[in-house]
């Protein structure tokens, strides 16, 4: 965890360190309010909470007159902080609270790390000595179910497959009942996120969600958002939304942009606490969002 803050501080506080040194102007004009706009809009905050943030900046530093240092640290960390909101409940449910496996369903756009979230999630799992049957229902994508299975023979977890093109919901219906039958802790589904057609999309992951509840309830649906994609994460998100409950976010590749500003677009305009964040393509490189963690490497 300590390594991974280090890489999300390298990655990230350039936003903060542009934000602090523009606060410490002496004389806070018009022309540095827009440049702090504009520093916030680049790292991907998002037109809204810009506003908001800039709106709450410029109050409390006019009432705190002249500013050290510290003060604008704690300032900007403080709202930050009350922009992105602490009293989420951030945790990954992984337990079922029955005698049956928890159900973790995995979703996203191709291309925004799905399965790669899905094994560094199964990998954190069994080393926390839970047992984890993997369901490879992204068939789909051709190379996804073998690198599902690479990630559940690395990692010690069992992958249900279907066959290439077969129907994603019998391969999930099939991990469950396997995880059932195993007495497995969690199923961890990965699906296929083709976003061609919206009805498409929505038929499939809708069903897969219904044929998996035959067996019980779906306990987590995790949207992957890749990070590096900015606001576009946003409209994914939003279609995402009307298909499915969406339970948690997993912000991908954040180690790869200095725009972490996404988190705060993503927290407030979807209102769905994120989760997890992925901070490179090693098995290791998963960690629970933190907000104070985020917002200290922010600021530097
Ligand atoms: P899927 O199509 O959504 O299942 O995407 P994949 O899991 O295949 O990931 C797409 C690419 O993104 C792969 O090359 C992954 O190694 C890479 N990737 C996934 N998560 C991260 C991350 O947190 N950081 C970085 N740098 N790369 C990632």
Not at 20 to 25: A, F, G, M, V
Not at 93 to 107: E, H, N, Q, R, Y
Not at 234 to 262: H, M, N, S, W
């Amino acid at each position: 965890l300590v390594r991974l803050r280090a890489r999300l501080a390298r990655s990230q506080n350039t936003l903060g360190k542009g934000l602090l040194t523009l606060l410490s102007r002496e004389h806070l004009d018009e022309e540095t309010w827009e440049e702090i706009e504009d520093t916030l809009l680049t790292a991907d905050v998002g037109v809204a909470p810009t506003q908001e943030l800039v709106e709450r900046l410029r109050e409390r530093v006019r009432v705190l007159g002249t500013r050290t240092p510290d003060e604008l640290r704690t300032l900007l960390r403080d709202e930050l902080l009350a922009l992105i909101g602490t009293d989420f409940d951030r945790s990954v449910k992984t337990d079922s609270g029955l005698d049956t496996p928890a159900v973790v369903m995995v979703v996203g756009v191709n291309g925004t790390g799905k399965t790669t979230t899905t094994g560094k999630l199964a990998r954190v799992l069994v080393a926390d000595g839970r047992s984890v049957v993997l369901g490879a229902a992204d068939t789909f994508r051709a190379a996804a179910t073998d690198q599902l299975q690479t990630w559940g023979d690395r990692v010690g977890a069992r992958t249900i497959r279907g066959p290439e093109n077969g129907d994603p919901a019998s391969v999930a219906y099939d991990a469950v009942k396997e995880g059932i039958a195993e007495g497995a802790d969690v199923v961890l589904i990965d699906t296929a996120g083709r976003l061609h057609t919206k009805t498409g999309l929505m038929d499939e992951l809708g069903k897969v969600k219904r044929v998996v509840e035959k067996h019980g309830p779906v306990n987590e649906v995790l949207l992957v958002l890749d990070a590096t994609t900015g606001q576009n994460g946003l409209v994914q998100a939003r279609v995402f939304r009307e298909v499915v409950d969406i339970t948690g976010i997993v912000l991908t590749k954040l180690d790869g942009t200095a725009k972490g500003g996404i988190v705060v677009a993503v927290q407030r305009e979807l209102g769905v606490p994120v989760k997890l964040i992925g901070l490179g393509e090693g098995p290791d490189d998963l960690a629970p969002f933190e907000p104070e963690a985020f917002v200290d490497a922010l600021i530097g």
